[in-house]
């Protein structure tokens, strides 16, 4: 299983980014997958899961960012709108579970940096 994250890059408060997470060696629609978050010091926080269609979000990106796939593609994408200083992270993809939280269940791709900044 290879998962391979990009889009992060430098955006002003308010703007937007789409993050892409790119599949090899095995066929995505048969794992949920999702992204995580993580800043220097930090918890590492679970940011959105996709599995069998259903889409879950942490309470802190609910309504700014929207996780969808393309099964034709392999690709998994987390479109980040109303991007805040707080969203400042490293982000990964990686397959997920959700639980009360959304948790990793064992397979990364490696991460992208997202700076919010003005």
């Known amino acids: 299983v290879q998962l391979q994250a990009s889009g992060g890059g430098l955006v002003q408060p308010g703007g937007s980014l789409r993050l892409s997470c790119a599949a090899s060696?095995?066929?995505?629609?048969?794992?949920?997958i999702g992204w995580f978050r993580q800043v220097p010091g930090k918890e590492r926080e679970g940011v959105s899961c996709?599995?069998?269609?259903?889409?879950h979000y942490a309470d802190s990106v609910k309504g700014r960012f929207t996780i969808s796939r393309n099964n034709a593609k392999n690709t998994v994408y987390l479109q980040m709108n109303s991007l805040k200083p707080e969203d400042t992270a490293i982000y990964y993809c990686a397959t997920c579970g959700v639980g009360v939280n959304i948790y990793p269940t064992g397979y990364w791709g490696q991460g992208t940096q997202v700076t919010v900044s003005s």
């Open positions: 996709i599995l069998s269609g259903a889409t």
């Open positions: 060696r095995f066929a995505l629609d048969y794992y949920a």
